[in-house]
């Protein structure tokens, strides 16, 4: 390809050729000889012209001499089985390459950096003291220290524990995103706030009840955070059947959702309509109030008191609490320090969580409490990949995209 051998870790100015010996194209070639590369294995990197044409060309030479074209996450996936990478760290290259946020490419990198991994074996490690201490205790118990200063550990760890899943849900919540619906009887604002809190016209607005017959979806982000806004049909009474498929797909949202907020008209408080819709709500998913249209009012001192967020989608006054009403809702602090988690590490996190609590009440029943501390091991562990299934392994890295 390159006609000479090329110096490890130096760039170097190559043609390379075809099986003629003639250029294909001229560039930069550099060669990572084991193990000292992304994969840990040898690694030559051709830098060329850009242009589909060209690069077709080289590629064709190279599978020509013997070289195959990588699976999905073929080079992450071995950098991880070599031992470049861990699981986490693994998992953030995909999650750094598809960072919808500045903030979620920084929480990514943090990841790729191994913090979120160091912070886990952290936690690992502290557990395998104490399941050392706890079955010596179980083999020796007259050599063993009062279970005082275990029961402490034990705190400490689960301290730990509830911080590490509290910066991993921020970072959740910044990979996925929440999913908002915006619900209420025709005519209080829905798609005006939506037009309003994207910043473009998304849905028509007309004065004419039951002009929204189907979702309008919309992503917007508020301080990094992506949310999957939703418009949706008033719900009413209503012998229209369009209207009536779009309300049934409204409460089929509502049912999905991560939060919603439920309007109302500022002018007319809560109506008996609206307290239909309120009683409707699927009482587990958080709610937010949003009294609409206050600028009807006139000044602030004349808005009602009822509790909720007065604003008006129209002049945009009330907007900016909305928006900080709403992440607060979500759970959102503003975390400089959230990992880019996956819903298995927070599964996996809650485990832990759950097999701390068991532990920790069955302090004086060391054999309850060593298989405790084990389950909680082997939750933490999947995080890391230490002990994670082929299956699982397969479905991570079949989510990469072609080659990295």
Known sequence: MLGKQPVPRVASLASFRDAQGNVLDQGVAIYFPAPHSYTGEDVLELQGHGGPAILQLV?????????????PGEFTLRAFLNGKLDLVQAESVADLIDAAT???????????QGEFSSVVHQMVDDLIQLRVQIEAALDFPEEVAEMG??????????????????????????????HIVLAGRPNVGKSSL??????????????????????????????????????TAGLRESQDSIEQMGMAR??????????????????????????NILQELPPEIPRLR??????????????????????????????EQLQQELLALLGW????????????????????????????????????????????????NQITGEFAPDDLLGEIFSRFCLGK
């Open 250 to 275: 409204t409460r089929d949202a509502l049912r999905k959702a991560d939060a919603v907020l439920v309007l109302l008209d500022a002018a007319q408080g809560i109506t008996p309509e609206d307290q």
């Open 194 to 231: 939506i037009n309003r809190l994207s910043g473009e016209e998304v849905a028509l607005v007309s004065d004419v009840p039951g002009t929204t017959r189907d979702a309008i979806r919309q992503v917007i982000q508020i301080n990094g955070v992506p949310l999957h806004i939703m418009d």
């Open 59 to 71: 590629l064709q030479r190279c599978l020509e001499l013997g070289a195959r074209l990588a699976q």
């Open 333 to 380: 602090h503003d975390d400089q320090g959230a990992f880019l988690a996956r819903e298995r590490h927070i599964q996996a996190l809650l485990s832990a969580q759950e097999s701390l609590r068991l532990a920790k009440n069955e302090i004086n029943r060391p054999e309850i409490l060593a298989e405790a501390l084990r389950q909680a091991q082997e939750a933490m």
């Open 290 to 319: 949003v009294f609409n249209k206050a600028d009807l009012l006139g000044s602030r001192a004349s808005w009602p008191t009822e509790q909720g967020i007065h604003l008006s989608a129209k002049t945009g006054e009330g907007v």
């Open 102 to 112: 500045g903030q979620a490419a920084r929480s990514a990198v943090r990841s790729l």
């Open 149 to 178: 200063a275990q029961e402490a550990s034990l705190t400490a760890l689960g301290e730990k524990l509830d911080a590490a899943l509290s910066r991993a849900q921020q970072g959740s919540l910044l990979r996925e995103g929440a």
